[in-house]
């Protein structure tokens, strides 16, 4: 193994090391050049960018870490560049190819490997693809030149010092429009989340929970995670809405329920009346897999889960453990989950 950092894996927290090596990559004149790694972290761009300007960028996340048979790979690259495609689609953005973000990826992480936590520290490597209009834009439209870039972050374990279910609140504010953009992963969705996390924050709450911008009935998801409840009788419930950031997470732990759990699995909307009358309820993103919830207070009312303010709920704990198992070479993983890296 090749840890040769000396960082102390098990205590880093979630924030910006700066790491060796990230890749770039061009668009200019309808075309994206050859791509490469660059030692520079900085970008210099005109004042009049499109992506300062007008906020044109999006972005992904997902991580790389190290197995239990000491290998470095990715959990399903492919769902992060095929999500990219489609929000590119939607910002007016150039889509980067599939290959070439599978490639940029692998690049990126075989060129910092030896920011790879090694196997057991619970930390890994955060990768951050992205992609902003660079060239100077006043007029609103869409800009004509572009970067994309993937870069490096070593991250600690998610439950450092144990697992401690979250206390979340029912937003009034909205995270997306109907028809908005809340089903791309837009920097924007961020920027206009950033005022209701710091007052849920400061009100003594961990997160957000957001109902559908519509109706303001249904329960949608947070502001960085979707949500997996669960039943009294064991069903897998998760909240389906054409304002949700598709979760690959989300969309794995529901394959991971059906086919290694045998647990009937709903998607469908949830009413914010339904609240009470679940047994567990669970945060899911890249971050964490899942982060359980214990209390959802609804203006005053506190709903407080079953499962309790001290650990996983049972199915929840399954769900975790199934896929961090897949994640970590324990368990077998469907064909096509585990990208590996030379
Ligand atoms: C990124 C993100 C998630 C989690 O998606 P994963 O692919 O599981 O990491 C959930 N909700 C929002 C709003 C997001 O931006």
């Known amino acids: 193994m090749m840890c040769a950092k000396n960082i102390d894996w098990s205590n880093l927290g979630f924030g910006y090391v700066k790491t060796d090596w990230r890749y770039v990559s061009n668009y200019k004149d309808g075309q994206w050049d050859d791509g490469t790694l660059t030692g520079n972290e900085t970008i210099v761009m005109n004042e009049c960018a499109g992506v300062l300007q007008y906020a044109q960028t999006c972005f992904e996340g997902l991580k790389a870490y190290t197995t239990s048979d000491g290998r470095i790979v990715c959990f399903r690259p492919d769902l992060n560049a095929e999500r990219m495609i489609d929000s590119c689609e939607r910002m007016e953005m150039p889509a980067f190819p599939k290959e070439r973000f599978l490639e940029a990826v692998k690049k990126t992480v075989a060129a910092n490997r030896e920011w790879v936590p090694p196997y057991g520290s619970g930390a890994s490597l955060y990768l951050r693809p992205y992609m902003f209009g660079s060239n100077p834009v006043i007029g609103v439209k869409p800009a004509s030149e572009y970067q994309f870039r993937v870069f490096a972050t070593p991250v600690g374990p998610y439950f450092k010092g144990g697992v401690r279910p979250l206390t979340v609140r029912i937003s009034d504010f909205d995270r997306a429009a109907p028809r908005g953009t809340g089903h791309i992963k837009a920097g924007l969705n961020y ?104 209390k959802i207070v609804d203006h005053g009312k506190e709903i407080c889960l079953p499962s309790g303010m001290e650990d996983m709920g049972p199915v929840t704990k399954k769900l975790y453990d199934t896929l961090r198992g897949i994640q970590m070479g324990t368990v077998p993983a469907p064909e096509g989950w585990i990208m590996e890296i030379e």
Do not use: W
């Open 191 to 294: 920027a206009m989340s950033l005022h209701a996390i710091v007052d849920a924050h400061e009100k003594g709450f961990d997160e957000n929970v957001y109902l559908d911008p519509g109706t303001r009935t249904y329960i949608e998801e947070t502001g960085g995670a979707n949500i997996l409840f669960v039943t009294k009788d064991g069903k897998v419930v998760t909240p389906k809405s054409s304002s949700i950031l598709p979760s690959i997470t989300r969309r794995s732990l529901v394959q991971v329920a059906a086919d290694y759990l045998g647990l009937t699995v709903e998607e469908r909307p949830v009413s914010l009346s339904e609240l009470e009358s679940f047994a567990e309820c669970g945060l899911c993103g890249t971050a964490a897999v899942i982060s359980p919830v214990g």
